[in-house]
């Protein structure tokens, strides 16, 4: 089995605390891979220091078998890793179109993925000409992630896609996801158990800034221990 990314045991400081201690996370090519863990475990900060926004101080960060850690972020995303952050940062001021528009790599990018784009999320092509501060919390998220659709990205790094949503936006969100991973692979940040259990192949669990456990989520949704000792939930 190949794997496009493989995160190994990175350390990543911001500022002088040291927040991963020791994060490996193998992402097989096409998967849908589940970043799991408690509040502050480091989840964030593993996406940022594959992107580079928080550079690893050690360890190795491989994509497509070359090294990347230490590359400027940029160089990182332009290699085709896509980032959907966290709170669903979209321009409030720009409209669903410009905000789609700017979020072009190359030129013609969005001409490119227009229908694509609609086809994923009907409802953004209807809102296409209101701004951003005037979708709901749902319409949002899925502007959010259709703005790292616009450029070619064959991973895509997706920060809490359910957080805040209402349960039949949350159903829309993930049926739209399952689509994309027939596309792209995906690595996944969810405290939403149940989302990611039926959105994931795999999962990772980080605690305290350090990986703990991996494996199959087919394993995981059968061992309530391990859920309950790290996710606290049951
Ligand atoms: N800019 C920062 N300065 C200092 N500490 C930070 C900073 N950013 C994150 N941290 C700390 O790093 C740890 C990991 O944070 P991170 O955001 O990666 O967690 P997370 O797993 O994504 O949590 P959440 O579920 O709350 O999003 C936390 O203890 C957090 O307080
Ligand atoms: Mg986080």
């Not at 493989?6 to 096409?30: A, D, R, W």
């Not at 790292?148 to 039949?168: F, H, K, Q, T, W």
């Not at 989520?217 to 309950?228: C, E, G, R, S």
């Amino acid at each position: 089995m190949e794997n496009i990314l493989e995160v190994q045991n990175i350390q990543t400081f911001i500022g002088q605390y040291h927040i991963l201690q020791g994060v490996s996370v193998s992402v097989p090519k096409g998967s849908i891979t589940a970043l799991l863990g408690r509040n502050g475990a480091g989840k964030t900060t593993t996406l940022k220091s594959i992107l580079g926004l928080t550079p690893p101080r050690e360890g190795k960060v491989i994509f497509e078998g070359n090294e990347i850690q230490g590359i400027p972020s940029f160089d990182i995303a332009r290699l085709g890793i896509g980032f959907v952050p966290e709170h669903r940062a979209i321009f409030r001021d720009l409209s669903v179109e410009e905000n789609l528009k700017i979020a072009e790599r190359n030129k013609g990018d969005y001409a490119r993925k227009e229908e694509m784009l609609f086809s994923l999320f009907p409802d953004l092509k209807r809102l296409i000409t209101l701004s951003g501060a005037n979708l709901s919390g749902g319409q949002q998220q899925m502007l959010a992630i259709a703005r790292a659709l616009v450029a070619d990205n064959r991973l895509l790094l997706i920060d809490e896609p359910s957080e805040g949503l209402a349960p039949v936006i949350i159903e829309n969100m993930m049926t739209a996801i399952r689509q994309l991973s027939a596309e792209s692979t995906i690595v996944l940040v969810e405290q939403n158990f149940l989302v990611a259990s039926q959105l994931a192949e795999y999962y990772v669990i980080i605690e305290e800034g350090r990986s703990v456990r991996a494996g199959k989520m087919a394993d995981l949704v059968n061992d309530p221990d391990t859920i309950h000792r790290y996710l606290g939930a049951a």
